[in-house]
């Protein structure tokens, strides 16, 4: 034991005379004490919330800073989308597939770790992507690979801004890549993320730089997550409705389609739950809009409408009602 203390005491003199290293005590086992549990000092870097400016000396206060950078760029690595376009950096190099019909995975599974992580944004965003912020918004959730909303864009003679949502990495950059060759630059924009975790965050950036209201939000065939088991991975979730509720002006729309009847009832019925914030433009439930309103069909869409099947579809308007976090229902 008197060769143990001497090495914690000789750690903790050498603590006090780096002032670049913050010490923390945590448990840790030692290899030469097989069960016994002593509190070694490691050096590891502090949280600054635990600190206050006058308790901490300057050079520990900028470590702090430097440090709370670090952590943030770790955040931004570790996150799975890069939005490369923001900054004006080229895209990641892909390797070239055979077979380009696999080239992009159906599904995910939202709730994976890694999807959990908040999006690479710029923080310039949105005044570096729209000419003009200050114009209507339409976010459509799950953009897939973007088509919609630059055929919409390319096509609308509404002054608006587009911007579009989608949890999967590779289409979500497949998406990015194309707005320039359309001609796109400065009134749309994809960004890679899990709605359900930046929605909110999202939303403030773009309001808080001045950024028009948000006129219309699209949710179109999103995955229909059959089983169960799997229902919490859809992406209509009571914290995604309230976010809406919260960021969307009276009069502003939500619409909803999907080619499978129950999806659609689901994202209908949790809407419906919020009746005081959106009001169902179709009163009975058992009825769809057979026209899409938009004019701009998706890609399943048209494969769905060229089968013949059904597409069920409604719309929902915001309420005069402010709204109130925490409000009861």
Same mark, same amino acid.
């Given at each position: 034991?008197?060769?143990?203390n001497y090495?914690?005491?000789a750690l903790?003199?050498l603590?006090l005379?780096c002032p670049? %290293?913050?010490v923390?005590?945590?448990?840790a086992v030692?290899?030469s004490?097989?069960?016994t549990?002593?509190?070694?000092?490691?050096? +590891?870097?502090?949280?600054?919330?635990?600190?206050?400016?006058?308790t901490t000396?300057?050079g520990v206060?900028?470590?702090?800073?430097?440090n709370?950078?670090t952590?943030?760029?770790e955040?931004?690595q570790?996150s799975?989308?890069?939005?490369?376009h923001h900054n004006?950096?080229p895209?990641p190099?892909? !390797?070239k597939k055979?077979?380009?019909?696999?080239?992009?995975r159906?599904?995910?599974?939202?709730?994976? *770790?890694k999807? /959990? /992580?908040?999006t &690479?944004?710029?923080?310039?965003?949105p005044?570096?992507v729209?000419?003009? %912020?200050s $114009?209507? $918004?339409h976010?459509?959730?799950g953009?897939?690979?973007?088509?919609?909303?630059?055929?919409?864009?390319?096509?609308?003679?509404?002054?608006?801004?587009?911007?579009?949502l989608?949890?999967?990495?590779?289409v979500?950059?497949?998406?990015?890549?194309?707005?320039?060759?359309?001609?796109?630059?400065g009134?749309l924009?994809?960004?890679?993320c899990n709605?359900?975790?930046d929605?909110?965050?999202l939303l403030?950036h773009?309001?808080?730089?001045g950024?028009?209201?948000?006129? %219309?939000?699209?949710?179109q065939?999103?995955?229909?997550?059959?089983?169960?088991?799997?229902?919490?991975r859809r +992406? +209509?979730?009571?914290e995604? %409705?309230?976010?809406?509720a919260?960021?969307m002006?009276e009069?502003?729309?939500?619409?909803?389609?999907?080619d499978?009847q129950?999806v659609?009832?689901?994202?209908?019925s949790r809407? *419906?739950?919020?009746? !005081?914030?959106?009001?169902?433009e179709?009163?009975?439930?058992e009825?769809?809009?057979?026209i899409n309103?938009?004019?701009?069909?998706?890609?399943r869409? +048209?494969?769905?409408?060229?089968?013949?099947?059904p597409?069920?579809r409604?719309?929902l308007?915001r309420? &005069?009602?402010e709204?109130?976090?925490?409000?009861?229902?």
């Open positions: 034991m008197g060769s143990l090495w914690i005491s903790m003199i603590a005379l670049r %290293i913050t923390a005590f945590r448990p030692l290899p004490l097989k069960n549990r002593v509190f070694v000092p490691i050096p +590891v870097p502090i949280a600054k919330h635990l600190f206050s400016s006058s000396s300057s206060s900028e470590d702090l800073n430097a709370e950078n952590f943030e760029n955040s931004m570790n799975p989308w890069s939005n490369f004006g950096t895209p190099k892909k !390797k055979r077979n380009n019909n696999s080239r992009f159906q599904h995910v599974n939202p709730l994976a *770790r999807f /959990q /992580q908040p &690479a944004l710029s923080q310039d965003w005044k570096n729209y000419d003009d %912020i $114009l209507p $918004l976010m459509d959730i953009c897939g690979k973007g088509g919609f909303l630059r055929d919409l864009a390319g096509n609308s003679t509404e002054s608006k801004n587009y911007l579009g989608e949890i999967r990495p590779s979500v950059e497949f998406a990015q890549e194309r707005i320039a060759k359309r001609g796109l630059t009134k924009d994809y960004i890679g709605a359900n975790v929605l909110e965050r403030t773009y309001t808080e730089a950024g028009g209201p948000v006129d %219309i939000v699209s949710i065939f999103p995955d229909p997550h059959f089983k169960t088991s799997h229902a919490k +992406v +209509v979730t009571a995604l %409705i309230e976010t809406l919260k960021f002006p009069s502003s729309r939500i619409f909803l389609q999907s499978i129950s659609l009832d689901d994202m209908r809407f *419906r739950e919020y009746s !005081k914030y959106f009001k169902d179709i009163e009975d439930v009825e769809y809009m057979e309103p938009l004019g701009i069909a998706t890609e869409e +048209v494969s769905v409408i060229d089968k013949d099947l597409v069920f409604t719309v308007r309420t &005069a009602l709204f109130e976090e925490g409000a009861e229902l």
